[in-house]
């Protein structure tokens, strides 16, 4: 079957996932093997080792690819596994431009793992004057996160990758709190995507995983030889489980939004709210951005608490204990809605003064809605607020 010119849910459910050959078995099967016996010396079926190839995790990884308009995806044990690779493609003494509201996770990627081979410059991508003045002679790539974490600005992707590539530059674009579903970065300009299929892709907080996705066939040989020789791969039963996850992305990121807009409506309105952070609130240039790049605006919100400053992290403190229906939780992306405080969870690892430059106070909370019944939502946080409904 062609699937390559069908809708995203299409695509979802039967791209890379034909009835399995041997058997039919409809659903593609977890294939638990490290190896695979071979007809004669020299005749196999593309399929040697485990960590070489496996038939789940390349059914997965056919369908990331067509999701993301892209020719090859390859997918690992975890998000940060995949950023990792993404960072090794580079020669040794690069210097990386990044985004400054980056995940804590692949800011200490760049900040302690890789610090001794390569140099990193953080910068407001809203800013191209800055993302011009950065750029050096041994700069190789810009690594962009639009909506980023846990601001929920957004980037034009095709004007950066315009100012990039004429720096001869990569663009790579985390596209995890997007998902496929609501942005493809490679069409907008980017050469590589990543995500933390953790999230929206796997959407039930139950596996962890990660893909690196492009359309460059020298790129993908390069990546294809790291996934193997490094050896971050994802296993059959995780594999498994993302593509059973991937298949309601389009229904859950529906949702998801039509959530969240009602709840950044209701918090924008709220006496003990100071700010919201969500991208459907945006006006101006971000909304035109928007309009051009996103297919709607995510499940994603993050709010400042008012009050008095010297207090946030009590203030903070004390309506996070008051969340019933939200866990307090790291992660993002499931079903099931949960909430975060930025500061002390997820941007712990980003010194104080770095992180508060930035916009990440101690009052700031960080919503990830979920799916549940809106109403149920907005009661759980009016009583965390300490307000009325
Ligand atoms: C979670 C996350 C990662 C890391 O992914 P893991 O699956 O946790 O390793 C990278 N980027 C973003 C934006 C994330 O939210």
Known sequence: MDTTLHGFTTRAIHVGQAPDPATGATIVPIYATSTYTQESL???????????????????ETALASLEHGQHAFAFASGIAACDVVVRLLPAQSHIIAGHDLYGGVYR????????????????LSDSVQLINAIRSDTKILWVETPTNPLLQV????????????????????????????????RHGADIVVHSTTKYIGGHSDVLGGAIVVNDDQLANRIKFLQNA????????????????????????????VNAMKIAEFLQEHPRVRQVYYPGLSKGEAREILARQMKGFGGMISFELGGDADHALETARTVLARFRLFSLAESLGGVESLVGHPATMTHAAIPRAVRESRGIRDGLIRLSVGIEDVEDLLADIAQALGGDH
């Open 42 to 60: 020299g005749h196999h079926k593309g399929f040697e080792y485990g960590r070489g190839d496996n038939p789940t995790r390349l059914a997965l």
């Open 109 to 124: 990627l760049f900040q302690q793992v890789h610090h001794d081979n390569h140099r990193v410059t953080y910068v407001d």
């Open 155 to 186: 980037y034009d992707i095709e004007k950066l990758a315009e100012v990039a590539h004429a720096a001869g530059l990569l663009v790579v674009v985390d596209n995890t709190f997007a998902s496929p579903y609501l942005q493809n970065p490679l």
């Open 230 to 257: 490094a050896g971050a791969i994802i296993g059959p039963f995780e594999a498994w489980l993302t593509l059973r996850g991937l298949k309601t992305l389009a229904l859950r990121m529906e949702r998801h939004t």
